[in-house]
Structure formats: structure tokens, C-alpha cells
């Protein structure tokens, strides 16, 4: 059964800085594209940034310049460096690890971790 673990959400004040990390288990995780996806109170969900599987990165224009995603495939984690953070960077935070294979959307999904900025 395929798990996904996310922890490092905390309080933190505008300008700090969190690293969020996603264990992964119970899939092949090197053959699936990572994501990182916020979710606001009362907002609808947002996605944040992505790695694939060839490790290539890709960013919200709300993050980019401030967060930096990154696998370690040996450890089968996915991290999420946050810099400069801001008051609406507040959300909980999932992870999610996807791979298409034969026609077929396998999609997972951790249970989140909270990260609120505040003064």
C-alpha cells in the first residue's frame, strides 16, 4: 500500500525559512513525478512545484525565487525548501507522487502538514 509522510510544517515568522520533507513508501518511487500542493483555509487548492523523474523543477510564480524542490531518490523523499516565507504562504502542504503508465494516472497523496507564517 503506498504511503506518503509529509513533516516540517511549523510557525514561523515573514522571512523565515521551513524545509518540508515527504517520505514515500509502498511504490516505485524513482518512476514518479513529485508535486508539492497548498491548501489555504477556505481556497481552493494550489499547486506549488514539481519534480520529475529526471529531477527537472518546475515552480508556481508565486514560489519561484523562494522555494526549492528536490528528490533524493536513494531515500525515497522529496523535499521542499522554503525562503522568505510569507503570510499567505500559510496552507497545509501535500505531497503528491503521480506516474501514467500504460493509459493508466496512478496518483498518491500524504496527509499533509501545516505551515502557518505569522508575526
Known amino acids: 500500500e503506498a504511503h506518503l509522510v509529509e513533516s516540517g510544517g511549523d510557525l514561523v515568522r515573514p522571512g523565515g525559512s521551513l524545509r518540508l520533507t515527504c517520505v514515500a513508501s509502498?511504490?516505485?518511487?524513482?518512476?514518479?513525478?513529485m508535486s508539492w500542493v497548498r491548501q489555504a483555509p477556505g481556497k481552493l487548492p494550489e499547486w506549488v512545484s514539481a519534480?520529475?523523474?529526471?529531477?527537472?523543477?518546475y515552480y508556481s510564480p508565486s514560489v519561484e525565487g523562494r522555494f526549492i524542490i528536490s528528490r533524493d531518490n536513494a531515500k525515497n523523499t522529496v523535499y521542499l525548501q522554503m525562503n522568505d516565507l510569507k503570510p499567505e504562504d500559510t496552507a497545509v502542504y501535500y505531497c503528491?507522487?503521480?506516474?501514467?503508465?500504460?493509459?493508466?494516472?496512478?496518483?498518491?497523496w500524504g496527509q499533509g502538514t501545516q505551515v502557518t507564517v505569522s508575526s
Open positions: 519534480v520529475d523523474i529526471s529531477s527537472e523543477t
Open positions: 503528491n507522487g503521480e506516474r501514467r503508465l500504460f493509459g493508466k494516472t496512478y496518483n498518491y
Open positions: 509502498g511504490f516505485i518511487f524513482e518512476k514518479h513525478d
